[in-house]
Structure formats: structure tokens, C-alpha cells
């Protein structure tokens, strides 16, 4: 059983930056692909980011060349790196974990807020 732990929401301006950071238990991460997705208020989740577990990564199109996703193995986590943050960024962040030949996400962690004010 894997369990996912974010970290680094919080308040920032505008044009500022935050790095969200998602621990997984369990010594078989790099057997899975991790992705980011993120629910604004009163709006379905929705999804932000993926690097499989050979390091490919794909974005959502909102967010390109914006945030970056990225993950170190030996310590079991996965990265977003957030720039140029805009009020529509606001959401609760989630990151998630889907086994390698699996087809959809298998865990998901609690969430981490993000406001981000104009």
C-alpha cells in the first residue's frame, strides 16, 4: 500500500511561485507513474501534470511552460514546481500513483491548498 503525503501549498501574489512536494511510503515508487491534479472551488478535479516512472512528462495545457513536475526516486517523491501563478491556479492540489500497467490511479493523497491572489 503506498500512501501520499503533500506539502508546500499555501498563500502567494500573483506571479509568484510555490513547489508542492508529494512523499510516498513504501519502497516501490519507481514502479509507478505520478501525476498532480487540482480541484478549484465549486469545479470538478481536474488533471495538471504526469512524469511517468521513466521521467516522461505531459502537462495540461493551462499550465505549459509554466510548472514543472519532476521526481527523485531515492527519496520518494514527486515535485511541481509552480511560476507565474495566476488567480486561476487556486485549487486544492493533489498528487497521485498509478502502477506501472495499470490504467487508471491507484492512491491519492489528502491534498495541499493553493490561493493564489490577484
Known amino acids: 500500500q503506498v500512501q501520499l503525503v503533500e506539502s508546500g501549498g499555501g498563500l502567494v501574489q500573483a506571479g509568484g511561485s510555490l513547489r508542492l512536494s508529494c512523499a510516498a511510503s513504501?519502497?516501490?515508487?519507481?514502479?509507478?507513474?505520478m501525476g498532480w491534479f487540482r480541484q478549484p472551488p465549486g469545479k470538478e478535479r481536474e488533471f495538471v501534470a504526469r512524469i511517468t516512472w521513466g521521467g516522461s512528462t505531459n502537462y495540461e495545457d493551462s499550465v505549459k511552460g509554466r510548472f514543472t513536475i519532476s521526481r527523485v526516486n531515492a527519496k520518494n517523491t514527486v515535485y511541481l514546481q509552480m511560476n507565474s501563478l495566476k488567480p486561476e491556479d487556486t485549487a486544492v492540489y493533489y498528487c497521485?500513483?498509478?502502477?506501472?500497467?495499470?490504467?487508471?490511479?491507484?492512491?491519492w493523497g489528502q491534498g495541499t491548498q493553493v490561493t493564489v491572489s490577484s
Open positions: 497521485a500513483a498509478q502502477r506501472v500497467g495499470h490504467s487508471s490511479y491507484d492512491h
Open positions: 513504501g519502497r516501490t515508487f519507481s514502479r509507478y507513474h
